[in-house]
């Protein structure tokens, strides 16, 4: 249930997702990656790039509504996160208050 309610608040009233919008999960593997996929898929989201240290827990995302999968063992040059665009919402922000009305 935790992991349901912090994605819910990260995307719906933490950054408002749009319909449309892509969503770049950094940690998508911890425990509330494949409930962030599923939420954000639900609220429109266009494309979820999920990326994570946890290659067999990313390698699973994609049944759950992960567009791209993005391993983190080695984020220099050459990873894949140069094409992550400035219009992508990042969830996983410890540490930020959340207000929802």
Known sequence: MNSAVASWLALRCRVQLERGQKV????????????????ARHLGASQFIAAGRDAQRLAKLPAHG????MPLGNAGPGSGLGSASHREILTEQPGLATECA
């Open 24 to 39: 770049l999960n950094l940690g998508a593997t911890g425990n509330s990656g494949p409930m962030a996929v599923q939420i």
């Open 66 to 69: 992960a567009t791209e999968i």
